[in-house]
């Protein structure tokens, strides 16, 4: 016997049971990477336990064995969270507390129960994802769910599924409209759903840190981290080569770790935020918008350079005097601002200055021979005597003719990370190379510095917005320079002028499935489809903010929109709907069987004549009663009553109807008698 077949086979109860479960584990699904891993496995086999009984037609178990499960589900959620509130413990118990209803599921009130659980696990997976994907999965959810709740109402017979997905998809789409209304109107604080991620980790491939070697693993991750929509043309975009997204600026190195400033958020440290960082601009403005990633790190990203705060809703932005911004909390939602840039700028201070200092230091006892390769470039006096700008320029020189490489995988360095890039190995990925060039600069007495952000992007040539991607995660440097200040220099350029350029990322090899799929050229270009349908849910339904909702209301004709304004027009829209649910009803009522409608004007003509009859008597039986108490003058009606009856099961009844309908008007009813 098939499955198909034994399935069939099946009592209806055991039918629509495993329906249910099989959509309270699509529901569950999208959850387990963020469910403890016993909740997991005891979800899992108490469902199918209950599918096993609806099977084999087994009774549920009883009131004590499901109250002993859900105290261990209670224990078990209070071990692992220490508490049964906030979003991960609450997810955990509702999950369980879903499972365990499925093994009391006696009557319709419990089906009610499991529903609404079912609908509120549903929403839970907002609180981890707002993504596509995820509303795509919980679309199909909401169907299901619909369906079981139709087969509920259906208690008679076997409807088909493909009855009840019609039903269910009726009212979704029936919904639709209010819940566009609701969407585009109710007045939101907050994005359109989820919860702040309690887990403040970095989702990006950027961090306060450098360690040698770490950044190379980024390039691997192809995951969107910002994307860009500029204003103007194409030709007003700058080009790929100053594309540079500023991020942490690290300062400080042990030996094999660079270090920035921690984010802290006191007010002192906002006061050293606030200081100024001489930044002076110049040349041509470049306007963008920028949706950036949750990346769950206080940074915000912008090209190089941004003298005035991007615009945020609902928070603020310091920059920093190493020219970085960024927020008063860290960002864990696809967040959306605008901002200018100058492509053309100086920063920092002119003359030497004590603090600058700092950026001389190096730790004891690392790198000998790039101090030494150091002590003998200031002994040339041609180098010496040009000033720091000789000394740059002599050691990308030495890296453009030396023999060295960019490598997505040089190994793992030593202790003297430096000594190994410059004499031994000569490969290395962009933290390699921007290492060792700070380290000798700094062996030289010239304040250098590294800073770490994004180079390059990628333009999408279905919806125009530029991506950057973790992939595009880099680290140069900055070396101050007397009258000038800082100034940036990008060692990897000269190591691989592609990189920076032509933008010629490494990437990893290919394997044998993408090359039996065919070229990268189509892959990319179905990436590029999917990249920009995600790019248009996360413009706009998830950065739907109070703005855009003000927009709208200007669209409308309102000059200057208000909360009251946004109120006013989703009433008008409720009252509309209202009024047109109502005026739907009152159709659908006349449209509703109108054989019936007409045998019930029948009965109710009779009854006045002073014959009373069942609703369940047949048209058949209402002739012999019309003839029994009328005779020969109420022949006509009562043949007129037996047409009504064949009517019903003719194959066409449309236009005969019509003619009964017409006649029903003149017929010789029978006068009511007289008192």
Known sequence: MTLRQTLTSLPRDARDTLFLL??????????????????????????????????????????????????????????????????????????????????????????????FLGFFTMLSNFFFSQSLPTAAAMLVALLGLLMALVNAHMPVGRPALAQT????????LLGAPIMVALFMLFPRMAPLWGMPSENLTGRSGLSGTMKIGDMAEIALDERVAIRLRFEGSVDDVPPQAMLYFRGPVLTGFDGRQWNA?????????????????????????????????????????????????????????????????LTTRPITEVLRYQAVSYPEF????????????????LPPGFNPRTLELATQMRADPVLSGGGTQALVTAALQRLRT??????????????????????????????????????LMRAMDVPARIVTGYQ?????????????????????????????GWVRVDPTGAVSPGRIGQFQRLRAPQGAFAAAMGTIGMTQSLRAVWEAVNNSWNQWV?????????????????????????????????????????????????????????????????????????????????????????????????????????????????????TLRSEFRSLPWPKPAPH
């Open 346 to 361: 100086r920063h920092g201070p002119q003359q030497s200055v004590r603090p600058l200092r700092v950026h001389t230091e």
């Open 261 to 325: 400033e921690p984010f802290r958020e006191d007010s002192a440290w906002a006061a050293r935020v606030a200081l100024p960082a001489n930044l002076q601009t110049s040349g041509r403005a470049v306007r963008y918008e920028v949706t950036l990633e949750p990346q769950r790190q206080p940074w915000l990203m912008v090209l190089e350079a941004t003298p005035e705060a991007p615009s945020l809703p609902n928070m603020q932005a310091y920059m920093t005097q190493d020219l970085q911004w």
């Open 165 to 172: 997905f019609r039903i269910a998809g009726t009212m979704a």
């Open 22 to 115: 099989f959509v309270i584990v699509w529901v569950i699904a999208p959850q387990v990477p963020n469910l403890p891993v016993w909740t997991t496995v005891l979800a899992g086999g108490l469902l199918l336990w209950r599918g096993w009984l609806a099977i084999k037609g087994k009774a549920l178990p009883g009131r004590w064995t499901v109250a002993a499960l859900l105290a261990l589900a209670v224990v078990g959620t209070l071990l692992t969270h220490r508490t049964i509130l906030g979003r991960d413990a609450g997810v955990t118990l509702i999950v369980l507390l879903l499972v365990l209803k499925m093994l009391e599921l006696r009557a319709r009130r419990d089906a009610m129960v499991v529903f």
């Open 456 to 484: 390059g992007g990628e333009r999408n040539p279905v919806d125009g917005y530029w991506t950057v991607r973790n992939a595009d995660a880099h680290a140069w440097a900055e070396v101050w320079m007397e009258g000038r």
């Open 402 to 439: 030396g023999g060295y490489s960019y490598s997505l995988d040089p190994g793992v360095f030593g202790e003297h990370t430096a000594d190994e890039f410059w004499f031994d190995r000569k490969e290395g990925f962009c933290e390699h190379i921007a290492s060792a060039f700070v380290i």
């Open 542 to 658: 998830l950065n739907y903010t109070q703005s855009r909702q003000m927009d709208l209301l200007k669209a409308l004709g309102f000059e200057s929109p208000s909360w009251q304004d946004l109120t006013t027009v989703l009433g008008y829209l409720i009252i509309s709907a209202a009024v047109v649910a109502g005026a739907w009803g009152l159709w659908e009522r006349s449209q509703h069987d109108p054989w019936l409608r007409l045998l019930a004007r029948t009965r109710q003509r009779l009854a006045r004549a002073g014959l009373a009859l069942p609703d369940n008597l047949p048209p058949r039986a209402m002739a012999e009663r019309v003839q029994a108490q009328f005779g020969t003058p109420a022949a006509a009606v009562a043949e007129w009553l037996l047409r009504l009856e064949r009517l019903r099961y003719a194959p066409d009844p449309g236009a005969e109807l019509g």
